[in-house]
């Protein structure tokens, strides 16, 4: 647990003092605001000058964001990841109480957590549509293990902190998977089940009403997460060896 605690202080200190860290940890909170005051006010813009009602699309609005959370807490944890391998901690972790399985586990499973509370606070302080908070809870949980997923992307696939950037915007095709699901209405749409932004989506907007649809978009959706995460996991590891 002293570990864990040192663990965390650091990771404190170094997001203060390193302004892309601290991007990643204020912009759920700037968007938490865009929904709540400024997204109104350009919906009642189009209403009127374009007769476009946008409220229609609030849920789907809702569902979308619900995956921005999780990806700038994966992209904060990832450059993390990046600087401790680069310094050779996960050496030095191997040799101390904590282990390299406690680190890797500390590395994955707080980030989620800040993630899923996060994510949580920007959908209750949006008040945007109406939702099932008790059937959002694993949908969010879900959208959560994106976090990890993210940060092994990075820390397995970026050299540097430079590099890191650049596949984190190449990730962006990630957010196309749910525009998919929503706009095309055929069973190809199916065909973006590959990416795992596609099932909290769906997921999110049948949560409303809980129908078997929701139960099959979430359990598969568990499924692609967990084999994104396992698979990442242990390609990191032979990176980091």
């Known amino acids: ?7 965390l202080r650091g990771d404190i200190i170094n997001i203060r003092r390193d302004a892309l860290l601290l991007v990643n940890i204020v912009a759920p909170l700037l968007l938490a605001l865009f929904l709540r005051f400024v997204l109104p006010q350009i919906s009642a813009l189009l209403l009127s000058r374009l007769q476009f009602d946008l409220t229609v699309h609030y849920p789907f609005i ?7 959370t999780p990806f700038m807490m994966g992209a904060l944890a990832g450059f993390i990841l990046l600087d401790d391998r680069d310094d050779n ?11 390299k399985q406690g680190y890797l586990a500390y590395r994955t499973v707080v980030p989620s957590v800040l993630s899923f509370a996060l994510t949580f606070a920007v959908l209750a302080f949006a008040k945007l549509a109406a939702v099932n908070y008790l059937s959002l809870i694993p949908v969010i949980l879900m959208a959560s293990i994106e976090t990890p997923i993210a940060a092994l992307f990075l820390g397995t696939y970026a ?29 190809l749409q199916l065909l973006a089940g590959i990416f795992p932004t596609y099932w909290v989506t769906q997921s999110f907007l049948e949560s409303t ?26 390609k990191f590891k032979v990176k980091a060896e």
């Open 89 to 99: 901690l996960l050496a030095y972790f191997s040799v101390t109480p904590l282990t």
């Open 209 to 234: 009403r809980p129908t078997p649809a929701y139960w099959c978009y979430l359990l598969a959706g568990l499924a692609v997460h967990a084999l994104y995460f396992s698979y990442l996991l242990k």
């Open 62 to 68: 809702l569902s979308f964001m619900t995956l921005f």
């Open 1 to 7: 647990m002293k570990k864990t605690a040192a663990l």
């Open 159 to 187: 050299s540097n902190k430079v590099e890191g950037l650049a596949l984190m915007k190449a990730m962006g095709i990630l957010f196309f998977a749910p525009a998919v699901g929503y706009f095309v209405k055929s069973r």
